[in-house]
């Protein structure tokens, strides 16, 4: 069992950044790849980002790709999401999800945390 734990959500204006966080705890965090979710408000959960194990590998959705840069640190067991260039249509619930093993791009994901809400003002 791995538990997931975002923060760093909030209220931006538009142009601005956030950083996000997620702290894995219950499991070797470096067996996991990590990815990054976003909900809006009646609209389905989507792809944001995801680092392989190592950190070596990464991948983004269009919609981020130059703007979101996910990272992280194995010795912290944590995982980032910064995001620049904020735009209200990122507003959203991001969640944080782990998915066990090598393999990239990752093939499940199996274990998610509870979200972080973000909020981009125009």
């Known amino acids: 069992q791995v538990q997931l734990v975002e923060s760093g959500g909030g209220l931006v204006q538009a142009g601005g950044s956030l950083r996000l966080s997620c702290a894995a705890s219950g499991r070797t965090f470096n067996n996991y790849a990590m990815g990054w979710f976003r909900q809006a408000p009646g609209k389905d959960r989507d792809f944001v980002a995801a680092?392989?194990?190592?950190?070596?590998?990464?991948a983004y959705a269009d919609s981020v790709r130059g703007r979101f840069t996910t990272t992280r640190n194995n010795a912290k067991n944590t995982v980032y999401l910064q995001m620049n260039s904020l735009k209200p249509e990122d507003t959203a619930v991001y969640f944080c999800?782990?998915?066990?093993?090598?393999?990239?791009?990752?093939?499940?994901?199996?274990?998610w945390g509870q979200g972080t809400q973000v909020n981009v003002s125009s």
């Open positions: 680092i392989s194990w190592s950190g070596g590998s990464t």
């Open positions: 999800a782990a998915a066990y093993g090598t393999n990239w791009p990752p093939l499940r994901f199996e274990y």
